[in-house]
């Protein structure tokens, strides 16, 4: 089974960056397609963007609101997926999950990292 | 992109009710298409994938429909561990997208 554990949010200013980790365990992460999805407070759920797996070529996909603030990238080695969030806003707020959405029959997801942009 | 919208954005109903949730797609997208509760403070749970599978460990009370643009979660009796906010999920093609979300609450 499949456990995500996301870390490194936290507080940070308008226009500051952060840079959050998603730590995979129980199977290879060049073997997982690793999705961001982000939830601000008290609102829906919003896919942020994807890693592709070493069958994808290791793409990446990004939904529009975030591509050009946002870099999404991994390090296979160490079992790890980074979202680098730059130039962040106060609409940025929101819990952060990584996910491993496509997975059958069971997806996972991390518990979520709460990122507060806020002066 | 693909717009995703479903309705109703909320609903009241009583246990044992039999509950349906619609998601339609602005394009068509197969079968493409997840089914997950979220209740608050928890990770979203995906219930069916594939527009119909139900996912091990779900309930059977659960069910899923559709192909193309319109989907439907259908609830056949209403539990109080239900009450929840539904979402739906397009991943057939980037970038993903998820509905707005429908409310279920007690009634």
């Known amino acids: 089974e499949v456990q995500l554990v996301e870390s490194g949010g936290g507080l940070v200013q308008p226009g500051g960056s952060l840079r959050l980790s998603c730590a995979a365990s129980?199977?290879?992460?060049?073997?997982?397609?690793i999705d961001w999805v982000r939830q601000a407070p008290g609102k829906g759920l919003e896919w942020v963007g994807r890693?592709?797996?070493?069958?994808?070529?290791?793409?990446?996909q990004y939904a529009a609101s975030v591509k050009g603030t946002f870099t999404i990238s991994r390090d296979d080695s160490k079992n790890l997926v980074f979202l680098q969030l730059n130039s962040l806003k106060t609409e940025d707020t929101a819990v952060y999950f990584c996910?491993?959405?496509?997975?059958?029959?069971?997806?996972?997801w991390g518990r979520g990292n709460l990122v507060t942009v806020s002066s | 992109d693909i717009q995703m919208t479903q309705s109703p954005s909320s609903l009241s109903a009583f246990v044992g009710d039999r509950v349906t949730i619609t998601c339609r797609a602005s394009?068509?997208?197969?079968?493409?298409l997840g089914w997950y509760q979220q209740k608050p403070g928890q990770v979203p749970k995906r219930l069916i994938y594939?527009?119909?599978t139900l996912q091990p460990g779900v309930p059977s009370r659960f069910s899923g429909s559709g192909s193309g643009t319109e989907f439907t979660l259908t609830i056949s009796s209403l539990q109080p561990e239900d009450f929840a906010t539904y979402y739906c999920?397009?991943?057939?093609?980037?970038?993903?997208?998820f509905g707005p979300g429908t409310k279920v609450d007690i009634k």
């Open positions: 996910a491993d959405l496509g997975a059958v029959p069971t997806d996972s």
């Open positions: 129980g199977a290879a992460l060049s073997d997982l397609n």
């Open positions: 890693s592709g797996n070493k069958v994808n070529s290791y793409t990446i």
């Open positions: 394009q068509a997208i197969r079968n493409a």
């Open positions: 594939a527009a119909s």
């Open positions: 999920l397009q991943y057939s093609g980037f970038p993903f997208t």
